[in-house]
């Protein structure tokens, strides 16, 4: 079955730096559009990023995140990554892998001002 496991999450100041990781089995990974999610204390989930499958791997990226966040992938791992720059309280959430319908268990992203 799909599994989803991610990692990477801390506590940092603003302005620091955090890499997550999203280790992804039970699928044909080359050809999955994979997403990060992410849900503050008391809202909803919101969509952060997605990148595309293939040698092009197109992204997307919620308004907030733009230049501040980027998303990758290694086929050869099945691995996906946000890379989160310049962080920000307000990035203060639970990060979620997605693929499809499934979820991972989320990896919790903590910013102080």
């Known amino acids: 079955q799909v599994q989803l496991v991610e990692s990477g999450g801390g506590s940092v100041q603003a302005g620091g730096s955090l890499r997550l990781s999203c280790a992804a089995s039970g699928l044909v990974f080359g050809y999955s559009v994979m997403s990060w999610f992410r849900q503050a204390p008391g809202k909803e989930r919101d969509f952060v990023a997605r990148i595309n499958s293939g040698s092009g791997g197109t992204t997307a990226y919620a308004d907030s995140v733009k230049g501040r966040f980027t998303i990758s992938r290694d086929y050869a791992k099945s691995l996906v990554y946000l890379q989160m720059n310049s962080l920000k309280p307000e990035d203060t959430a639970v990060y979620y892998c997605?693929?499809?319908?499934?979820w991972g268990q989320g990896t919790q992203v903590t910013v102080s001002s």
């Open positions: 997605n693929y499809n319908t499934y």
